[in-house]
């Protein structure tokens, strides 16, 4: 994520400045890594969080290597040991000379998070590990079927204002027309054409996504996507919704299929695929990145 304040430029939660996210076993690397530009000698970065909710604290980034020639500065902080149970809320400040710049104002709202698990109860494997199962079939397997996926393309759609229903019996109904989007990937490079959620946020702060679009590919072809998930609003995300006080940055979980009846993408319809991405509320930008199961 990148974001510009007072002539400071924040980048964190990247490839190349990762950040912790979903559940993480205990002992895991609780580091940050944060970019800030232009560089100074007056420039800083602090890590603020809260743990089950409590007080807010705060970690100092320790400066590391910087490129003078892109005019940027690395900074690393690491959280303190969690235990199995504890949840984690953190938000990065950049600040310069008493200017500031973060991912909402002045990091408060905290907006990203992740949950410390027991090892043993780690069900999300990393895309990249091997798919396996040893026994027979019939019998109990010995290990865990484990996750192996294709990157499939990285969506960035620019989405128009909301047109809400209201609070319904079922929760409250929310559409959300794409303006605009872009697919890019090794083998699926398209636009959307056309785009829609049909969204329910439901009272425990649960919002279902439920998603039609329509893209056409560089060379021509029409490809149908339909997608459900969710997105954690949090407890109080009904009421915040309705109070416009989302967090500035919303995690999405999606599980997207796709349709085709052209020959070159016709392997797209044997594919089920999953997403994982963010919404910034600011400026309306939806961004995800789709993985092909195998």
């Not at 702060?205 to 056409?216: K, N, P, Q």
Request: charged share 25%; glycine share 10%.
């Amino acid at each position: 994520m990148t974001y510009t304040r007072d002539g400071l430029t924040l980048i964190y939660d990247t490839p190349e400045a990762p950040a912790p996210a979903g559940d993480l076993p205990e002992n895991s690397d609780l580091a940050i890594t944060a970019i800030l530009k232009p560089t100074s000698p007056s420039n800083a970065v602090t890590v603020r969080y809260r743990v089950n909710g409590g007080p807010i604290k705060e970690v100092q980034a320790v400066e590391g290597e910087s490129d003078y020639r892109q005019n940027t500065q690395c900074f690393h902080a690491r959280f303190p040991n969690f235990v199995a149970g504890q949840s984690v809320d953190y938000g990065v400040v950049g600040s310069c000379a008493g200017r500031q710049v973060a991912d909402s104002e002045l990091s408060r709202d905290l907006p990203h998070s992740f949950r410390i698990i027991r090892p043993e109860s780690v069900g999300a494997l990393p895309l990249e590990l091997e798919q396996k199962r040893e026994g027979a079939p019939g019998d109990q397997p010995a290990g865990r079927y484990q996750l192996l996926g294709e990157f499939l393309a990285r969506f960035t759609i620019k989405i128009e204002a909301p047109q809400i229903a209201g609070p319904t019996p079922d929760g409250i109904r929310v559409t959300w027309n794409a303006a605009r989007g872009d697919v890019k990937g090794p083998r699926l490079t398209a636009k959307i054409v056309q785009g829609a959620d049909w969204m329910l946020i439901k009272t425990d702060g649960i919002a279902r996504v439920d998603v039609g679009a329509l893209l056409e590919t560089i060379d021509g072809s029409m490809i149908v996507m339909n997608y459900s998930g969710l997105i954690e609003l949090g407890e109080d995300g009904y009421q915040k919704f309705l109070t416009n006080n989302l967090h500035k940055t919303l995690r999405v979980w999606t599980t997207p299929r796709f349709s085709t009846g052209d020959d070159h993408y016709k392997w797209l319809n044997r594919r089920q695929c999953i997403s994982i991405g963010e919404v910034s509320m600011d400026d309306l930008t939806y961004v995800y990145d789709v993985y092909a199961l195998k």
